[in-house]
């Protein structure tokens, strides 16, 4: 049994979700709240009001999120919209031998199905028992006969095809309403493990506790009953008995032995190993180990001589152990497997290998189809790219609107695509066909990312941006993605924004989709006295300064004292440009004479080069200095020197004349988490950002 495609639509955090052409493998990323985990809630809410393991199941659902279903009004906290209806869909494939059990098996998974049709009294497969029903039965014997034999024909008639259309719709009033599909009502209420697949869902709350091991239960029914209850719901408990679970599987497997039948032990055993050599190379575990006063240890196995109880792994050792074993007990074949972050307590090294291994031992091993949900970059750079998985970025429904699927294919169709991804960096925060944004900053640092996601969250949603470093290295990067991209057919696909500087480019200007600021630094930005005054405030109860005047003089102070370097700056670009242009080497290339016209070209270019310096004379050059100075003079003056003046250069004079022992770029990050908490988006970013977004 797998999942081929999933549609969802209005169920909480999801506003429209859907996949198709569903592989053994499907992983899905996203940030915190874009509605991951609200997935594996609508399968589960799906599979359990089709047919529940125990009667009633979907109750369990609902009673998960603490809804009481004769009130009306928190049952609108499922909804998205509660003026619109909820809608999860989906197709579901069985296997050949599936399909043949449930033919075959028809008197005995319809009975109970046709009792509660008939009776109205809730009840499963598991533990429908004619016998203890035998005085009712009498009464309503032949109403049973009677359904159960309409059901066989409904699941005979539908099941032609391995595939099934499943639908569930709930209305804002409370009314649900299905799709019919009797084989899958059949086939969902059944829980017979040996013969169809099961949906088992693990929970992100994990947690693995130290246990003794006592009260082994060897009657397989009370194990699989155990397995039954906990297969969707009840998940607090899947972690709680592992010892006692590995004690259990040691006894039956020496029983079967004794027996003559044999078993899996030793298939276990040997994937223990390998998960072992895979995750821990320096460690080992050898499985359960009888002691001579009659117990069993649990021993694993470090280094040459020394070794330490299985309870004393650490937390990310369990996680992979437990895990895995869990999985591996619990799940048979044929079945889907709902994984919520697997790498919860897990260092990224320990992650290298996990898909794969998880993929050959639980899905191609045993025919399961594995889902996961993730934040791990390094799980997700395993299944980009290979061709057994499918990758989802999921966004938010705000950022993706409601028209647009929340979920996107992430693809390496393309080195374009792999260079994307390598310069966003986090695969689990990429979003794939959305723009990408160069912005100066050093990667370890990303401040100027850091900005526009904190001052503009929604639109750093819709955006991938990345840091790219320096002006100059932002251009020529952008340059050459952009040539790429419409070689491609990718056009408007890369971005960048760069600090003003000196430069007089006005922000509304575009080229090749390269923007700038409209002030000279980003950090110009975080020049508000009022906010300065509030985290000095804060800081110390000794602040240095009472008022915002006093603030807007210490901030002029240190304004004037970047002014000497920021005159040199611009007469030196001034003067560099003016000679600079007047070197131009070039020939035509279909010249006879090529050597004479190279040197020509170089005569003409000197000649120019010496009119150029010979008219910066003293005089010139001086009154260039004179012009710079007057400007940003007039600047200190009337406080356009906050957008002309190096920002970054003028908050780090404050911070070390002003804040004594104050840490420049700590009092920086202050600044922009008071400027977030306030929602202050400045008007020059704003524009820049909208036009981005809308180019």
């Not at 009294?121 to 598991?126: A, E, M």
């Not at 992650?351 to 934040?375: E, S």
């Amino acid at each position: 049994m797998r999942f081929n495609s999933i549609s969802i639509s209005n169920l909480r955090a999801i506003e429209r979700f859907e996949v198709d052409d569903l592989k053994d493998f499907i992983v899905i990323a996203g940030q915190n709240g874009s509605g991951k985990s609200s997935v594996f809630d609508g399968l589960r809410l799906l599979k359990s009001v089709y047919g529940g393991y125990q009667a009633d199941e979907y109750m369990q659902w609902f009673g998960e999120f603490a809804i009481n279903l004769q009130d009306k009004s928190a049952l609108r906290r499922l909804f998205r919209d509660s003026s619109r209806e909820i809608k999860i869909a989906a197709e579901v494939s069985f296997t050949e031998a599936e399909r043949a059990f449930v033919l075959d098996n028809l008197d005995n998974l319809t009975d109970p199905i046709a009792w509660q049709m008939v009776t109205g009294q809730r009840s499963d497969h598991w533990s429908f028992s004619r016998m203890a029903i035998a005085l009712q039965l009498q009464q309503y014997e032949e109403q049973v006969k009677a359904a159960s034999a309409s059901l066989k024909e409904a699941v005979r008639s539908q099941f032609t095809s391995r595939d099934q259309s499943l639908s569930l719709t709930i209305l804002p009033s409370g009314e649900m309403y299905l799709n019919n599909s009797k084989p899958v009502e059949v086939a969902f209420q059944s829980y017979q493990p040996d013969h169809l697949g099961v949906i088992e869902y693990h929970s992100a709350s994990r947690a693995y506790t130290r246990q003794d091991v006592g009260g082994i239960d060897l009657n397989v029914r009370n194990f699989q009953d155990q397995r039954r209850q906990q297969a969707l719901y009840n998940w607090q408990a899947k972690y709680q008995n592992v010892k006692t679970e590995l004690a259990s599987s040691y006894l039956r497997q020496l029983i079967s032995r004794q027996a003559g039948t044999g078993g899996s032990e030793d298939d276990l055993n040997a994937t223990l190993a390998e998960l072992f050599k895979t995750f821990f190379p320096d460690k080992s575990y050898g499985g359960v180990r009888p002691l001579e006063n009659g117990g069993l240890e649990f021993p694993v196995k470090v280094g040459e001589s020394a070794q330490h109880d299985i309870d004393d792994l650490s937390s990310g050792e369990k996680e992979i152990l437990y895990g895995y074993l869990r999985l591996r007990n619990s799940t048979p074949a044929n079945s889907v497997i709902l994984l919520d972050e697997p790498e919860l307590h897990l260092n990224p090294s320990l992650m290298q290998g996990y898909a794969d291994f998880y993929h050959r031992h639980l899905g191609l091993a045993r025919g399961n189809q594995l889902w996961l949900v993730t934040h791990s970059d390094a799980l997700l750079r395993q299944a980009v790219g290979n061709s057994n998985y499918r990758v989802y970025h999921m966004v938010s429904a705000s950022s993706a609107g409601p028209a647009v699927n929340q979920a996107a294919e992430v693809l390496l169709d393309d080195e374009l695509d792999r260079a994307a991804i390598d310069l966003v960096g986090d695969l689990a925060s990429y979003r794939p066909q959305a723009k990408i944004v160069i912005l100066e900053g050093a990667e370890d640092d990303g401040f100027d990312v850091g900005v526009v996601r904190r001052l503009f969250p929604d639109a750093a949603r819709r955006l991938n941006l990345v840091s790219g470093g320096s002006k100059r290295r932002v251009r020529d990067l952008h340059e050459i993605l952009v040539k790429s991209s419409e070689l491609n057919g990718a056009h408007n696909k890369f971005y960048a924004i760069c600090d003003r500087d000196s430069d007089v480019r006005l922000t509304a200007e575009i080229e090749n989709r390269v923007f700038t600021w409209d002030r000279y630094h980003i950090e110009n930005y975080l020049l508000d006295s009022e906010l300065i005054l509030s985290v000095s405030t804060s800081l110390s109860s000794s602040a240095p300064f009472a008022t915002v005047e006093e603030v807007d003089a210490a901030l002029v102070k240190a304004a004037r004292e970047v002014l000497g370097g920021l005159v040199v700056q611009v007469v030196q670009r001034g003067i560099n440009s003016a000679l600079i242009k007047t070197v131009s080497i070039g020939i035509d290339p279909a010249s006879r004479t090529p050597a004479a016209d190279f040197l020509n070209s170089v005569a003409s270019s000197t000649n120019k080069f010496r009119a150029a310096a010979d008219g910066l004379t003293y005089e010139e050059v001086n009154r260039r200095v004179t012009d710079a100075q007057a400007k940003f003079a007039d600047a200190l003056s009337d406080a356009s020197w906050r957008t002309e003046f190096p920002g970054r250069d003028v908050l780090k004079r404050f911070v070390g004349a002003s804040l004594v022992g104050v840490n420049y770029v700590a009092f920086r990050n202050l600044l922009l988490d008071k400027m977030a908490e306030q929602q202050i988006q400045p008007v020059g970013m704003k524009a820049v950002i909208e036009r981005v977004l809308h180019e």
